[in-house]
């Protein structure tokens, strides 16, 4: 299977691939004896590369894919200047340095994603790509068949036009009211955001799916490993356009 250049030198360990696409930029990574062009793709099982002069040494890496059930009160990254508790730190026997995909407020909890796969990672936050993402949010007080409309017409947040979101009402009792909201992107706080643009408060958000991927029985504070199929799928459905 043919590989974008690129891509072969950051899997190879030797430099990640930005800094790859300027050396190729320079010519200074040759493919079989020719000087390669940004673009360029090879076949790692036939195709010699040499950065310099000197060949690059392929082996694949595996990668670790995980999916968590994130707490209340972790932040979604990997290390924080105020000892503040983060995800990573739930991930007890992950020998793996991964990374939070995307992320989940302080006080949100539900599906987080995490990987040290760069490329899945990118694919997933880039936004071409707009996997659907299922949020429960209970909100207090009912909500009017106005605030429902509102929600889901056309909205601006923070200046930026955000794509559709679907709404379904759920639950409601003295305590509140529960919506099922499913978006296209995640904008920084945009449920919160649009809650409060139409007069709601929310009380508690959690992540319930990211596409077909869902969190099932998996406890709040724990994790599992993705399995093949479910890379596979989310590869498939993040695949570029050519």
């Not at 936004?127 to 659907?132: I, Q, V």
């Not at 919506?179 to 958000?205: A, D, S």
Request: aromatic share 6%; glycine share 8%; with cysteine.
């Amino acid at each position: 299977m043919e590989i974008r250049l690129q891509k072969y030198i950051s899997d190879a360990g030797l430099m990640s691939r930005r800094a790859a696409e300027e050396e190729i930029k320079n010519g200074n990574v040759s493919v079989n004896g020719h000087v390669a062009t940004l673009g360029t793709k090879i076949n790692p099982k036939t195709d010699t590369v040499a950065y310099r002069g000197k060949r690059i040494k392929y082996e694949k890496r595996e990668y670790t894919y995980i999916m968590m059930n994130k707490p209340r009160g972790y932040l979604s990254s990997t290390t924080d200047d105020r000892g503040r508790k983060c995800v990573t730190d739930l991930l007890v026997g992950v020998d793996a340095r991964v990374y939070p995909v995307g992320r989940l407020d302080l006080i949100s909890e539900g599906m987080l994603l995490l990987t040290d796969d760069g490329e899945l990672k990118n694919r997933l936050t880039h936004p071409s790509h707009s996997l659907p993402k299922l949020y429960r949010v209970k909100v207090g007080g009912g909500v009017s068949e106005e605030q429902l409309s509102r929600l889901t017409s056309p909205m601006f947040i923070d200046g930026y036009e955000i794509k559709p979101v679907t709404v379904v009402l759920g639950e409601s009792d003295e305590s509140g009211t529960v919506m099922k909201m499913t978006l296209l992107e995640g904008r920084n706080r945009q449920i919160r955001k649009m809650c409060e643009e139409v007069g709601l408060t929310v009380k508690r958000l959690s992540r319930v799916s990211i596409g077909t991927l869902k969190l099932n029985n998996l406890p709040v504070g724990k994790w599992r490993y993705l399995s093949a199929e479910e890379v596979e799928y989310l590869y498939k459905e993040t695949k570029r356009s050519k």
